[in-house]
């Protein structure tokens, strides 16, 4: 069974960086397509990022040239490095293993002054 553990939300202010991880277990990591998604206060969760196996990268159109989503296949790890946050960035923030269709359980980023 796979399990995602996200890590590295916290209180950050606008125009700020943080740097978000996911480690991933239970499952062969490298070869397969991991993403971001996030979900604000009142609304629907939507997808922020995603990479294949074999690192092509997408965005949603609110974050590019922002966000960055990497992978390190030697730790079982995705990253999204988060930078140039604006309040609207507010959202927890999960993992997500399509092939698995497993889910973390999120981490809290809170762009705020």
């Known amino acids: 069974q796979v399990q995602l553990v996200e890590s590295g939300g916290g209180l950050v202010q606008p125009g700020g960086s943080l740097r978000l991880s996911c480690a991933v277990s239970g499952r062969a990591f490298s070869g397969v397509s991991m993403a971001w998604y996030r979900q604000a206060p009142g609304k629907q969760r939507e997808l922020v990022a995603q990479i294949t196996g074999i690192s092509s990268t997408t965005y949603a159109d609110s974050v590019k040239g922002r966000f960055t989503i990497s992978r390190d296949n030697a730790k079982n790890t995705v990253y999204l490095q988060m930078n140039s946050l604006k309040p609207e960035d507010t959202a927890v923030y999960y993992c997500?293993?399509?092939?698995?269709?497993?889910w973390g359980k999120g981490t809290l980023v809170t762009v705020s002054s």
């Open positions: 997500y293993a399509p092939l698995a269709s497993a």
